[in-house]
């Protein structure tokens, strides 16, 4: 019998998730059907209901719907709840589970799939949104010698850190940054969606620097210019990140883990 699954977002026209759990579900053996839903603004839980009473076993959760997903749950994980959000659900008798997987995906990709492994390195991280939220605990389990968040709404920042609270993570303004260089720069804002650049001075790329874009299928953004002319020896975009944290969600309900690099392969669009 096919299992069923979805992703849920508004909009949600392009989303690569079914192409993606479609390729891991081939390559693994795995008799799934995995669809997409747009939800609506007003009724998310209504949405999510529906499919779960039509036999649905799991969603993935994309924006805007991620922080609903997280209040709708009876059982989020830590991960969840420190993100304040869910990415994935997992429906199991009469529970409601709820995970997060796009911190873990992001840092499997940077560690794994591009071999920069964070122990020991000097990591800024641009943004204090909701990715950034997911991605911190994940990191600083990692290890880095330091770990620098900036925003431009500086409290903000301040005030995430505060929750976290530990010794690696400190916070600055963007206009702090000058005359320090970083191992690997993360853009984990939006402003890449409209085309912006954040406000971090050329100057934290070193050569070896890993610049990491969160977004994907934009080509070379602003910051990823930014880093190639102050060069930086490696260029990234999410492409990794949206496959890994899918690898992971896949291996939650099925207990298979399926083989990313020819996903990977096959959604790279090159950095030009
Ligand atoms: P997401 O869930 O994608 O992280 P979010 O929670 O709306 O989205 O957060 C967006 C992040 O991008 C924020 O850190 C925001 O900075 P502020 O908190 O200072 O607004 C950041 N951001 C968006 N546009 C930006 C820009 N043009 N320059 C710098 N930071 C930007």
Same mark, same amino acid.
């Given at each position: 019998?096919?299992?069923?699954?979805?992703?849920?977002?508004?909009?949600?026209?392009?989303?690569?998730?079914?192409?993606?759990?479609?390729?891991?579900?081939?390559?693994?053996?795995?008799?799934?059907?995995?669809?997409?839903?747009?939800?609506?603004?007003?009724?998310?839980?209504?949405?999510?209901?529906?499919? %779960?009473?039509?036999?649905?076993?799991?969603?993935?959760?994309?924006?805007?719907?991620?922080?609903?997903?997280?209040?709708?749950?009876?059982?989020?994980?830590?991960?969840? %709840?420190?993100?304040?959000?869910?990415?994935?659900?997992?429906?199991?008798?009469?529970?409601?589970?709820?995970?997060?997987?796009?911190?873990?995906?992001?840092?499997?990709?940077?560690?794994?799939?591009?071999?920069?492994?964070?122990?020991?390195?000097?990591?800024?991280?641009?943004?204090?949104?909701?990715?950034? %939220?997911?991605?911190?605990?994940?990191?600083?389990?990692?290890?880095?010698?330091?770990?620098?968040?900036?925003?431009?709404?500086?409290?903000?920042?301040?005030?995430?850190?505060?929750?976290?609270?530990?010794? %690696?993570?400190?916070?600055?303004?963007?206009?702090?940054?000058?005359?320090?260089?970083?191992?690997?720069?993360?853009?984990?804002?939006?402003?890449?969606?409209?085309?912006?650049?954040?406000?971090?001075?050329?100057?934290?790329?070193?050569?070896?620097?890993?610049?990491?874009?969160?977004?994907?299928?934009?080509?070379?953004?602003?910051?990823?210019?930014?880093?190639?002319?102050?060069?930086?020896?490696?260029?990234?975009?999410?492409?990794?990140?949206?496959?890994?944290?899918?690898?992971?969600?896949?291996?939650?309900?099925?207990?298979?883990?399926?083989?990313?690099?020819?996903?990977?392969?096959?959604?790279?669009?090159?950095?030009?």
């Amino acid at each position: 019998m096919t299992d069923h699954y979805a992703v849920i977002g508004r909009p949600i026209s392009h989303t690569k998730s079914p192409l993606i759990h479609g390729l891991f579900a081939e390559g693994a053996g795995q008799d799934i059907h995995y669809g997409a839903i747009e939800g609506s603004l007003e009724h998310f839980a209504v949405d999510v209901s529906r499919f %779960r009473a039509s036999g649905g076993l799991g969603m993935n959760v994309t924006a805007p719907f991620k922080l609903q997903a997280f209040a709708l749950a009876s059982h989020p994980s830590e991960r969840a %709840r420190l993100a304040k959000a869910a990415n994935a659900l997992k429906f199991e008798n009469d529970q409601v589970l709820a995970d997060n997987f796009d911190g873990i995906g992001l840092l499997r990709d940077i560690q794994h799939n591009l071999g920069t492994p964070l122990n020991g390195k000097r990591v800024l991280l641009l943004g204090a949104g909701g990715a950034v %939220r997911g991605a911190l605990l994940p990191f600083l389990e990692a290890g880095p010698a330091e770990l620098v968040m900036v925003n431009r709404d500086l409290p903000k920042a301040q005030a995430l850190a505060q929750e976290i609270n530990h010794p %690696r993570l400190t916070v600055r303004p963007y206009s702090a940054l000058d005359g320090d260089t970083f191992d690997l720069v993360i853009n984990a804002t939006s402003a890449s969606l409209t085309c912006q650049l954040p406000p971090v001075p050329g100057s934290v790329f070193s050569h070896a620097a890993l610049a990491y874009e969160l977004a994907y299928g934009k080509g070379l953004t602003p910051f990823l210019s930014l880093a190639r002319e102050h060069g930086s020896a490696h260029l990234a975009d999410g492409v990794g990140m949206l496959v890994e944290q899918a690898a992971e969600a896949f291996y939650w309900w099925r207990n298979v883990r399926p083989d990313t690099r020819p996903v990977i392969d096959r959604l790279t669009v090159p950095l030009t």
